[in-house]
């Protein structure tokens, strides 16, 4: 199982970034996947997740109305597209196949002006 997050970056308060997440070794439309971050000196957290059809998308709760958690099957890849970031956004961001031990190398996001 390989995970490859992309996309992160410096942007200002209210700018809008695109993560990517490219999938290897699975049967990736069989997993729910999930963003994770951590910010430092915090706890890593779930920030959305997605069901293997893409159907079911969920959040926690800072982020509902601005994150969209979404997925390519046909690309194998995971994407979190971030709009209206905040500072408090500040953090590493992480791949996951929800519920396993597999983990991206992460991303950082850096909410700044």
């Known amino acids: 199982v390989q995970l490859v997050e992309s996309g992160g970056g410096l942007v200002q308060p209210g700018g809008s970034l695109r993560l990517s997440c490219a999938a290897s070794?699975?049967?990736?439309?069989?997993?729910?996947m999930s963003w994770y971050r951590q910010a430092p000196g915090k706890e890593r957290e779930l920030v959305a997740r997605?069901?293997?059809?893409?159907?079911?998308?969920q959040y926690v709760d800072s982020v509902k109305g601005r994150f969209s958690i979404s997925r390519d099957n046909t690309k194998n890849t995971l994407y979190l597209q971030m709009n209206s970031l905040k500072p408090e956004d500040t953090a590493v961001y992480y791949c996951?196949?929800?519920?396993?031990?597999?983990w991206g190398q992460g991303t950082q996001v850096t909410v700044s002006s």
């Open positions: 070794g699975f049967t990736f439309s069989d997993y729910y």
């Open positions: 997605i069901s293997g059809t893409g159907v079911i998308a």
């Open positions: 996951n196949r929800y519920g396993s031990s597999y």
